[in-house]
């Protein structure tokens, strides 16, 4: 009883013992952790321990330079992340005593630009026809840099550990320790506050080294595939493709909103799903000579691996079918691919035919443009135009006779000035709702006009500006939205939708695909009106999945795939024809914490003062021992 009373002490006396020695820093999930490919690593890591410094902050550019040679001892860099870019990284990293960097977010010092990806987004994986050699890594022109503004800090290998700080209190703790560790300009003597980082993971080198060892997965996630109408109840049809990208990327990877490069043309694509469903509905969708299927594609911002997963499927010759029901879809079947690009808030969109010759990108092109009003203008590229980066490159490399056509707002280069970074954002606006239904409207009956569909079907290409703003409410401000709640509760869904916007990283694991699958179903599916609820199931709904809603049977055709790399199912590791993107695995104790700390040589001095003390007091124990018998005589 004594022994067990005394480790409960023993536990709360060193509990509150360590609480007085350190003070843990909240910095939620915005941390910077390992990425793999065939040939290198990047992002970051400290040691398995975690390391320590001192804390120490520059408050500019001219500061890290003037103040960096005289630092002699370990150090955790404090700075504004406004001044967080390549050539700041740079001196840290070279710097032998850098062990960590704490980076104080402060949305008023917000740069104009900021851009942690490529200049050349994908390159070696792009399409270019003057390239013979499918597996070149040099395929971005050198005179064509599609983001200019790019710093390329994402694919940086840091060896220590980087955290972002976004709440004030938190900033507040840091500023005041680091305030307190100087003196006009240069540090106070010792003691110091210091602090210690950690945020270790597990895999080294590359792709193929840190699989066989077991400590990284393949990036993915999961494509989702809408279509309006069972393909094989008809009779097989040619198929119209519509795709766009769900995912994004940044420096701190669940900071990964990507509004302006997936976020608006998310909704977009939803909102042609709805009105492609009231031409369905209303407008005799069994004369279309073509059937559509929506695709959403995860793992694009990592070298396109959903879309080349997505292409490898519809290769006839692989044995990875891309089976939805009881039906097989090939590239034969593909009559065209319609993507969706990035779209901000502007006006102007580019059509990017990926062959000037093709009558039916012609066609496409023409019947855009036909749509041009003050709000929206539609330019067709001059011929030879290059392709920007995007998921249609994945299709013309299996096969570059497929007819694809790009849709963006970028003309040159990348529109947005924040492309692949935390700052990718946008204003949830009336203006924004208005051009997202206008652009849905004009897609659907494009579509609906490539399918041979007459005049009379057009008017029913139609959405709902309030539907459609709901749809821009749960994916760029707030998931936990009304339209989700709607098909939760419709659905009898008990799961709990997340206070926020979610990081549309796509990872390994990424839930973003789930609420664009659960929205897809509710905008496409079809009120089976001579199936009674009792009968709802497979056998009687002629290929549709069932689903009963409100006592009604509908049907629906929504489908998922993997979006994990081609290269993943070959066990082709270093393959350069395919992404090799993989994340490391890590132990969960990622922990930032502050606390008074002695210089090394006062520690060295204490050390060896006690060491002292141990063996004195030693020897005299063991004196004592030896003439215990005269000490204590009996």
């Not at 279309?288 to 959903?306: A, H, R």
């Amino acid at each position: 009883m004594l022994l067990v009373l005394g480790v409960l002490i023993a536990c709360v006396y060193s509990k509150t013992l360590n609480e007085n020695i350190y003070t843990s820093i909240d910095f939620g999930r915005n941390y910077c952790f390992r990425l793999n490919n065939f040939n290198s690593q990047i992002g970051c890591q400290t040691s398995r321990d975690g390391d320590s410094g001192i804390l120490f902050q520059f408050k500019s550019s001219e500061d890290i330079e003037n103040s960096l040679e005289d630092l002699k001892e370990p150090f955790i860099a404090v700075l504004d992340a406004s001044i967080f870019n390549n050539i700041t990284a740079s001196r840290l990293k070279n710097h032998q005593k850098t062990r960590g960097l704490l980076l104080i977010e402060d949305d008023e010092k917000k740069e104009s630009s900021f851009s942690p990806e490529k200049t050349c987004p994908g390159n070696g994986f792009n399409y270019n026809e003057n390239i013979t050699d499918i597996s070149s890594t040099h395929q971005c022109i050198s005179e064509k840099l599609w983001n200019p503004k790019a710093n390329w800090l994402s694919y940086d290998d840091f060896p220590f550990g980087i955290f972002l700080i976004t709440s004030q209190a938190q900033k507040e703790i840091i500023l005041s320790k680091t305030q307190a560790n100087r003196e006009n300009n240069s540090l106070k003597p010792y003691p110091l506050w210091g602090g210690e980082v950690r945020s270790f993971m597990k895999s080294a080198q590359n792709t193929e080294t840190c699989l066989r060892r077991g400590t990284c997965d393949p990036l993915g996630g999961y494509n989702v595939h809408v279509n309006l109408i069972p393909r094989d109840q008809k009779g097989k049809k040619p198929v119209i493709l519509l795709i766009t990208k769900t995912d994004s990327t940044a420096f701190f990877k669940e900071l990964s909103f990507g509004e302006q490069d997936s976020g608006v043309s998310t909704a977009v694509l939803l909102s042609v799903i709805k009105a492609l469903s009231t031409v369905r509905d209303g407008g005799n969708s069994d004369a279309l000579d073509s059937d559509v299927m929506i695709t959403f594609l995860q793992g694009e911002s990592f070298d396109y691996s959903g879309s080349q997963r997505l292409a490898y499927k519809l290769d006839p010759s692989t044995d990875d079918t891309l089976q939805l029901r009881s039906f097989n879809l090939t590239i034969d079947d593909v009559v065209c691919v319609i993507e969706l690009g990035p779209i901000s808030i502007l006006k102007d969109l580019y059509l990017y035919p990926s062959h000037s010759d093709d009558v039916i990108l012609r066609n496409v092109s023409d019947w855009f443009v036909s749509y041009n009003s003050p709000s929206i203008k539609f330019h067709t590229v001059a011929e030879g135009t290059t392709i920007p980066p995007s998921s249609i490159h994945s299709f013309l490399r299996e096969n570059k006779a497929t007819p694809c056509i790009l849709l963006t707002d970028g003309h040159d280069t990348i529109q947005s000035n924040y492309f692949g970074s935390r700052y990718d954002t946008l204003d949830n606006s009336d203006a924004l709702a208005t051009r997202v239904k206008d652009l849905s409207e004009i897609i659907a009956k494009v579509t609906v006009k490539l399918s041979n569909g007459t005049e009379q079907q057009l008017p029913y290409a139609k959405v709902e500006k309030s539907l459609v703003s709901e749809v821009i409410d749960c994916f760029l401000v707030n998931l936990n939205c009304t339209l989700l709640r709607r098909i939760g509760n419709q659905f009898n869904s008990t799961a709990k939708l997340p206070n926020s916007t979610l990081s549309r990283y796509s990872g390994v694991r990424n839930s973003f695909a789930v609420y664009v699958r659960n929205i897809s179903l509710d905008f496409s599916m079809k009120h089976l009106s001579d199936i009674p609820v009792d009968r709802c199931n497979s056998t009687y709904t002629q290929n549709w999945a069932p689903i009963v809603v409100n006592d009604t049977c509908y049907g629906y055709v929504v489908n998922s795939s993997s979006a994990t790399s081609p290269a993943f199912k070959l066990k082709d590791y270093s393959s350069t024809k395919y992404s090799t993107w993989t994340e490391s695995r890590w132990s969960p104790n990622f922990r930032v914490r502050l606390f008074l700390m002695d210089s090394t040589s006062d520690n060295v001095t204490l050390l060896c003062c006690g060491l002292l003390y141990f063996v004195v007091l030693s020897g005299l124990i063991f004196q004592c021992h030896r003439r215990s018998d005269q000490i204590f005589p009996q």
